[in-house]
């Protein structure tokens, strides 16, 4: 009889959804940034996976939108108080709001080329 392994590197649906999103969006490249799971456009990162949360860099009134959200703030991969200005990490409960501010990180990473 053949044994069964279920795969422990199943992604959870926090994750899936983000590979959903992020490879829906033309142009876009899957990466590494901080060694975590991410997109990039024209080699660089727009978005990524951390701690089951989206976080995008962004600009004005879409940085402040992203951050007003429950459980969103101010993206600090070292976990050191030392947070990056422009990125939000926005937590899973405001999955509904991910691909939108996908978009609009792209759309300012890619302008900055």
């Given amino acids: 009889m053949a044994k069964y392994v279920t795969n422990i590197n199943a992604m959870s649906a926090a994750q899936d959804y983000f590979v959903k ?9 899957q990466g590494k940034l901080f060694g975590k799971d991410c997109f990039k456009i024209n080699g660089k990162a727009y978005t990524c996976f951390f701690q089951e949360d989206m976080v995008f860099k962004l600009t004005g009134e879409s940085h402040e939108e992203a951050l007003s959200l429950d459980g969103s703030k101010l ?12 990125w939000v990490q926005v937590n899973y409960s405001s999955k509904k ?17």
């Fill in 21 to 29: 999103i992020g490879s829906g969006l033309d142009d876009s490249i």
């Fill in 75 to 86: 993206f600090d991969p070292s976990g050191k108080g030392r947070p990056m200005k422009e």
């Fill in 97 to 113: 709001k991910w691909k939108k501010f996908a978009k609009e990180a792209l759309e300012y990473v890619s302008s900055k080329s």
